[in-house]
């Protein structure tokens, strides 16, 4: 695969693990377009690929000229979120660079507020189906006002069915990669374009659900 071009600003580094698969995204800091934009189908590898595959990205040693970093933090599998979260904390603060965590319904619910078939007016529910759980949705609407254009009305949390949701529109919440990727580097742009804070410390992962967890009475 292509490396990146020598030469330029600061890099911006999006990581995105809510899936199978792991996304990476690249780009200088202010640009238009990204550098990069790649999707490695890991699964249970992770752990073993993470390094390796970032790598192909942006070298290691390169690695001190990153001026940002953006990581999804879920909902997700519960280690796959967990190691890239860590690891974008973990440079955000030896770097002393700012970290954008962004939820992955976020990013889903921005791809499809810009796609070529949006959601109505209004708000909207994006699900994710647990078989024997219940659904994990989260509520978004636009909102030129926000970075991106898009705001999280209610983060991601488990109920015992989606007809808890009320008649607020419903969407299925599906993790496209690399478009996500994407929508994580415009995100984080529009975040250091507004001159918000983004520090490390309140970047964790999101779990609505756990192993040991069961819905409230």
Known sequence: MRGPV???????????SSSDSLGVGLQRLGAAEPERLACFPLGRSLSNGLFESIEAVLPASAWP???RLAVATGPGGFTGTRLTVVLARTLAQQLEVPLDGVSSFLLMARRLLTGPDPPGAGPFWLVQDLPRRGVVAGLYAA????????????VPRLHRSAGELGDTPVHAARVDLPDDVLQLLTLSEAIAAAGLDAPWQPVLPLYPTSPVEALPC
């Open 65 to 67: 000229d990153l001026g």
């Open 143 to 154: 909102d030129p006002a926000r970075p991106g254009g898009v705001v999280e009305l209610e």
């Open 6 to 16: 020598a030469g330029g600003g600061p890099w911006l580094l999006a990581l995105h």
